[in-house]
């Protein structure tokens, strides 16, 4: 067995967001290729050891400080050293400038590989800060791993180190999903009605969800909002003084309630417009199950799942009548929505599985030892 370390700020059950789902996938998905994962990352809770997560071990280290997203903790240096000795490969998840401190300071000599998630938009007095440390870290690791050849190209970071360059598209298992129960399915047709344009993730800066409300205003049509974050209650406000009717914000929901609302809902929206946005898991959810999306063309893997005029329809970022005026065009071809639904569930079984993933990523853990 390969016993492999994955390190990142959060995990299960903290917090649930596209990176840790993706860490997740890799860790139960690689043990039928012979590795031994686990996860090491901070936590509010406090310390712990050997906390199992379905069928791999967690580890948590005690989060003492959070600044400008970024988590510090003193004793993850010793909690890191320990867990890594013992670890053939380390595995980071980038970004997150803290890790780069710990993989200086501890000096092991082990195997590295980087998940590299996505660019530092926002905070870019920090990256002016952090990039020295960055270069180090990255020219120090053996392998970088991008989701997508989009961003590949398009990162100004990724650009730099194109030799230690691999590109291992995200995966999903439908069969780790729950199944929607038909009292659940019913409960949201009688709530949402028929047909409803779906958006899922959090609330965040870069979701471009003040563009999906104002397309929402110039088409009238029917648009639900799973999800919460620190935008909700100004996303919420700017829906009523639109007058918004037709608009409803679920808040956060479990995985049941959201399987339900993928399988119900007529398409898909996904109006992120920052490159913070590196892939987004919930597009790839919504080609699982076989739905028309709606996607902004911005240089990532947004892109590659969503394949302009086969999968869905792509449209510029910050656009708010031009993502109104896919939304009716899907709206008023069902016979297109569904040709492009089937479509993106085609290329999600060609390109996206976890299988696929955990196999790409177990070949590249033998290739470094």
């Given at each position: 067995m390969i016993k492999v370390l994955h390190f990142f700020k959060t995990y299960y059950p903290d917090s649930m967001g596209g990176i840790e789902q993706v860490i997740f996938q890799i860790a139960e998905g690689t043990q039928a290729h012979g590795i031994e994962p686990e996860v090491l990352y901070l936590s509010s809770r406090g310390a712990a050891r050997n906390e199992p997560v379905a069928n791999h071990l967690t580890h948590r280290a005690k989060l003492d400080l959070h600044v400008a997203s970024t988590g510090f903790s003193l004793s993850a240096f010793k909690d890191f050293a320990e867990l890594a000795r013992k670890a053939d490969i380390v595995?980071?998840?980038?970004?997150?400038?803290?890790?780069?401190?710990?993989?200086?300071?501890?000096?092991?000599?082990?195997?590295?590989?980087?998940?590299?998630?996505?660019?530092?938009?926002?905070?870019?007095?920090?990256?002016?800060?952090?990039?020295?440390?960055?270069?180090?870290?990255?020219?120090?690791?053996?392998?970088?791993?991008?989701?997508?050849?989009?961003?590949?190209?398009?990162?100004?970071?990724?650009?730099?180190?194109?030799?230690?360059?691999?590109?291992?598209?995200?995966?999903?298992?439908?069969?780790?999903?729950?199944?929607?129960?038909?009292?659940?399915?019913?409960?949201?047709?009688?709530?949402?009605?028929e047909r409803f344009f779906l958006f899922?993730?959090?609330?965040?800066?870069?979701?471009?969800?003040?563009?999906?409300?104002?397309?929402?205003?110039?088409?009238?049509?029917?648009?639900?909002?799973?999800?919460?974050?620190?935008?909700?209650?100004?996303?919420?406000?700017?829906?009523?003084?639109?007058?918004?009717?037709q608009v409803q914000f679920l808040g956060g929901l479990p995985d049941e309630d959201k399987v339900a609302l993928l399988e119900l809902c007529y398409a898909f929206t996904f109006p992120s417009h920052l490159r913070s946005e590196s892939f987004g898991i919930s597009l790839l959810e919504a080609a699982m199950y076989g739905k028309p999306l709606i996607s902004c063309e911005m240089g990532s893997g947004?892109?590659?799942?969503?394949?302009?005029?086969?999968?869905?329809?792509?449209?510029?970022?910050?656009?708010?009548?031009?993502?109104?005026?896919?939304?009716?065009?899907?709206?008023?071809?069902?016979?297109?929505?569904q040709a492009m639904g089937a479509a993106a569930q085609q290329r999600f079984e060609n390109v996206f599985t976890a299988s696929a993933m955990a196999n790409a990523y177990a070949e590249l853990y033998r290739s470094l030892l």
């Open positions: 595995h980071f998840h980038f970004p997150w400038p803290y890790m780069d401190l710990v993989h200086f300071a501890t000096r092991l000599n082990k195997p590295t590989v980087v998940s590299y998630h996505s660019d530092i938009v926002k905070q870019k007095w920090l990256l002016k800060l952090y990039q020295p440390l960055m270069n180090r870290f990255f020219s120090s690791v053996d392998r970088i791993v991008a989701s997508s050849p989009n961003y590949a190209a398009h990162s100004p970071v990724l650009t730099q180190f194109k030799d230690t360059v691999s590109i291992i598209p995200y995966g999903l298992d439908r069969s780790t999903y729950p199944k929607a129960s038909a009292e659940k399915l019913a409960y949201w047709r009688q709530r949402l009605g899922v993730g959090a609330l965040r800066y870069y979701k471009g969800l003040d563009y999906l409300l104002e397309a929402a205003r110039i088409s009238g049509l029917p648009v639900v909002i799973m999800g919460g974050g620190f935008l909700e209650q100004q996303l919420r406000q700017q829906a009523s003084d639109a007058g918004l009717s947004t892109t590659f799942i969503n394949l302009a005029d086969q999968t869905g329809l792509v449209v510029p970022p910050r656009d708010a009548p031009a993502l109104a005026q896919a939304m009716q065009q899907l709206w008023d071809d069902p016979a297109q929505a």
